[in-house]
């Protein structure tokens, strides 16, 4: 799949389990970006997968700052209800309007949240458990 949206080693945290999580995220944008463009997939697969991924994603994260009694993990956490939620309303438009009226919406809000979430908030983490 050609990549649209890349991963490059200036988002790494240089925690293996979070930036394999981001690595995947990045795939998932790509696939919502090649199907939101109708050159292949199910845009309905791709949603349930990121939706999916999400979840487990910041499971995986919270658990984890949450063993290394990470002091800011309430606002962490608060960041990503905050992605949840604009998830939900960009998925709800989605469902009402089509791939793509809402298409460009969701993949610029996709890469601008991922790329500024984990240079703040997992950046930070990380330098914390070094």
Request: proline share 0%; glycine share 4%.
């Amino acid at each position: 799949m050609e990549q649209l949206f890349v991963f490059t080693d200036d988002l790494l945290v240089n925690v293996d389990s979070i930036d394999n999580d981001h690595k995947a995220l990045y795939e998932i944008t790509n696939a919502l970006l090649v199907t939101s463009a109708g050159r292949s997939g199910s845009m309905e697969e791709v949603v349930s997968k990121l939706w999916k991924y999400t979840r487990e994603h910041f499971k995986r994260e919270e658990t984890l700052m949450a063993e290394k009694q990470y002091k800011d993990l309430h606002e962490h956490k608060t960041e990503h209800e905050y992605l949840v939620f604009k998830l939900e309303q960009l998925t709800s438009h989605l469902m009402e309007e089509g791939a793509g009226s809402v298409s460009q919406e969701v993949s610029d809000f996709l890469t601008n949240w991922l790329r500024e979430h984990i240079e703040k908030y997992d950046r930070q983490f990380a330098r914390m458990t070094a």
